[in-house]
């Protein structure tokens, strides 16, 4: 599909987005290095990575480049490349060159990423080494472009359930990012971001998901051009309905008529990572709540 002039400026200006998928019932964000070429987004990771595993149950995708003042939502099917597999080849011949200028366009455009990850090479998981990794294709069948706010300096807030360390380089991120389903397919939002009182708090800029509808808050710190050294949780679970919007808007120091609506997430489940190095875990508020039930 073809992009208006701002949406590829947007994309021509970022070089880092949030992929969305369907895990299942619920969402997960992961943030991707890309390229935009063919009516299509290009990108590349493990073939052991999460994303690749849920791409292939279900391809339903959203993919957010955030410009700050605006963003560009994409959405449509991810369609995957494995160099190792003989449909993939046959696939990627059949598709002319538009896989082949794909991939060239993303190598140049990423060029600094691409030199990050080889000085890291030698301390490269064996799943993230350059051969297990496969293509991803987001054939684009929609484009929005979303109205952003600035994000002001924020005091420290603690994801819960994540390692020591991570926390502490995810306690002064402002930008937070909210997902949930809207027709079937994901949707991601910029949105301010609390935990007070033992509660998550999601706030995002434009739209709103329905109470008890699954949902996910990614929080990500990002490296110019080091994989290895980016962090980030996403928290995902259920939300609740509307709450009070003073702890958001002290955290941020702004007026509670600037913060959008507030709404709660209860985390179900919780993956952070450092670099290469992933992990997952269930709060404890969480496990509760499933012992309560049972």
Same mark, same amino acid.
């Given at each position: ?63 957010? &480049? ?79 472009? &979303? ?36 027709g079937g397919m994901p949707v991601i939002r910029p949105a301010f971001w609390e935990v007070s009182g033992g509660k998550v708090c999601v706030a ?91």
């Open positions: 599909m073809r992009l208006t002039h701002e949406a590829s400026r947007i994309l021509g200006e970022t070089s880092i987005g949030m992929l969305a998928l369907r895990a299942g019932r619920l969402p997960l964000i992961n943030p991707a290095v890309f390229s935009s070429a063919g009516g299509s987004l290009w990108m590349t990771t493990s073939r052991f990575a999460a994303k690749t595993m849920i791409a292939r149950r279900d391809p339903r995708a959203a993919f957010l &480049v955030d410009g700050n003042e605006k963003a560009v939502l994409l959405r449509g099917a991810i369609e995957i490349f494995d160099p190792l597999s003989l449909s993939s080849q046959v696939r990627a011949a059949l598709d002319g060159p538009a896989y082949f200028l794909g991939m060239a366009g993303y190598a140049l455009r990423n060029a600094p990423f691409v030199a990050g990850y080889a000085l890291d090479l030698t301390r490269l998981p064996r799943e993230w080494m350059p051969y297990n990794r496969v293509v991803l294709r987001l054939r684009m069948s929609h484009a929005d472009i &979303v109205e952003g706010t600035p994000f002001p300096a924020a005091q420290a807030a603690r994801v819960p359930a994540v390692p020591a360390d991570v926390s502490r380089r995810l306690a002064g991120v402002s930008r937070g990012y909210a997902c949930w389903i809207e995002p800029t434009s739209g709103r998901p329905r109470a008890s509808s699954a949902g996910a808050l990614v929080v990500e710190s990002h490296h110019r051009f080091r994989p290895s050294m980016m962090v980030g949780a996403c928290v995902r679970g259920t939300f609740g309905g509307a709450i009070d919007s003073a702890a958001v808007a002290e955290r941020y120091a702004i007026e509670e008529s600037e913060v959008p609506d507030v709404i709660e997430l209860r985390p179900e489940r919780v993956t952070s990572w450092r670099g290469f190095a992933v992990t997952t875990a269930v709060p404890k508020s969480a496990r509760q709540l499933r012992i309560a039930e049972a």
